[in-house]
């Protein structure tokens, strides 16, 4: 059973005016100013146009950069069924990305599909291997995605072994049960290795959604820790309307930063900006679910990811990506990998481009 949630009162007192302080009363700076990019290839292969402030057609690399992101990030999926977020697609993306200066992390799922908290399906090639045969694969696999990298020219930055590994990953196998964390663990240090081994400078991540709750964040970064894992960046998923409020969110980075000694970065956030839906897909959150007081609106969506920011920042965070802004409603661009063509768009009230492509004039990525 994870611990009871105990949470400093005075850090409680003090975290919602520090959430909300200006970036010129911040002692702290964001050097990792991100932007989850991986539906991006998809769209623009399918003609999608993105428009700048001035409404002038432009590349969205550029755009966002002009907007203060200086990294992205990439999912991986081993053999997704749409035949993107796979190895050469990521490949392929890297180029662009390195081609515009901006640093990159590569996002492993280790499946064929999404990972997340709920699900951590192992990809079909390795559904039947044992726990040290993954383990195996874990290296092999991160290894030649990080060398495939490195050989043209675009070496990560910085990989993520894990997408919101909240109770592991590779289920059953890597599954984190009766807090026994040694099989996960084992499967962690193969990632972190492989990489090393690409790369020595290539920071390795490990990502879960527990900024909702320090306890959570505690019981999983502990379970690691005690089994020997090493990592470099501790990254947390952090979406206002699953995972509590600024105060606590700044709470569980203080902790995790203090307790663990490494950078933290909010791997993921976003909010929306209308209460509409663009397609038939329904909408991942609705617009009527709502934060702080802000409106489902472009200036709301933009005061929301500042919050967000400010409060990483003031917190000792290192950095903050919003997650999949380009990911605007494409015919053809649909969630499921294995139906991309005849599923859509979730996200079409979250992305930071309205659904013609123009780009939200507010929002911005703040050191």
């Given at each position: 059973m994870k611990p009871s949630l105990r949470v400093v009162a005075a850090a409680l007192v003090l975290a919602l005016p520090l959430a909300l302080a200006t970036p010129a009363h911040a002692a702290n700076t964001l050097t990792m100013l991100g932007a989850d990019v991986s539906s991006l290839q998809r769209s623009l292969d399918l003609g999608a146009k993105y428009y700048n402030k001035a409404g002038t057609a432009a590349d969205p690399y550029d755009i966002l950069k002009a907007a203060g992101a200086n990294y992205m990030r990439l999912r991986i999926w081993n053999n997704p069924a749409s035949g993107y977020n796979n190895k050469a697609k990521v490949l392929q993306q890297a180029k662009a990305i390195k081609a515009k200066g901006l640093k990159l992390l590569i996002d492993f799922h280790y499946s064929d599909t999404w990972a997340d908290p709920g699900k951590q399906y192992p990809p079909a090639a390795w559904s039947s291997h044992s726990l040290s045969q993954l383990g195996t694969d874990v290296y092999n696999y991160t290894y030649d995605v990080c060398t495939a990298l490195k050989a043209q020219g675009t070496t990560p930055d910085s990989v993520q072994i894990g997408n919101e590994i909240n109770v592991g990953m590779l289920w059953p196998k890597g599954q984190v049960t009766s807090s026994n964390f040694a099989p996960l663990a084992g499967l962690l240090k193969q990632g972190y290795n492989a990489t090393k081994a690409c790369n020595s400078?290539?920071?390795?991540?490990?990502?879960?959604?527990?900024?909702?709750?320090?306890?959570?964040?505690?019981?999983?970064?502990?379970?690691?820790?005690?089994?020997?894992?090493?990592?470099?960046?501790?990254?947390?998923?952090?979406?206002?309307?699953?995972?509590?409020?600024?105060?606590?969110?700044?709470?569980?980075?203080?902790?995790?930063?203090?307790?663990?000694?490494?950078?933290?970065?909010?791997?993921?956030?976003?909010?929306?900006?209308t209460t509409a839906n663009a397609d038939s897909q329904s909408n991942s959150i609705p617009g009527t679910v709502l934060c702080d007081g802000q409106p489902a609106s472009w200036a709301g969506q933009a005061t929301q990811f500042t919050y967000v920011q400010n409060t990483a920042r003031n917190a000792g965070a290192v950095g903050v990506f919003y997650w999949e802004p380009t990911w605007y409603a494409i015919s053809g661009n649909g969630w499921d990998p294995a139906n991309i063509n005849g599923t859509g768009d979730g996200w079409d009230n979250?992305?930071?481009?309205?659904?013609?492509?123009h780009v939200n004039p507010n929002l911005v990525w703040t050191p």
């Open positions: 400078s290539t920071q390795v991540w490990i990502h879960t959604a527990d900024a909702d709750s320090d306890a959570n964040a505690r019981w999983f970064y502990d379970g690691i820790k005690a089994q020997g894992v090493v990592w470099d960046v501790t990254a947390l998923s952090y979406y206002c309307m699953w995972h509590g409020t600024l105060a606590n969110l700044y709470n569980v980075i203080a902790d995790v930063k203090s307790r663990y000694g490494k950078p933290v970065v909010i791997a993921e956030t976003a909010y929306q900006f979250m992305a930071t481009f309205d659904w013609t492509g």
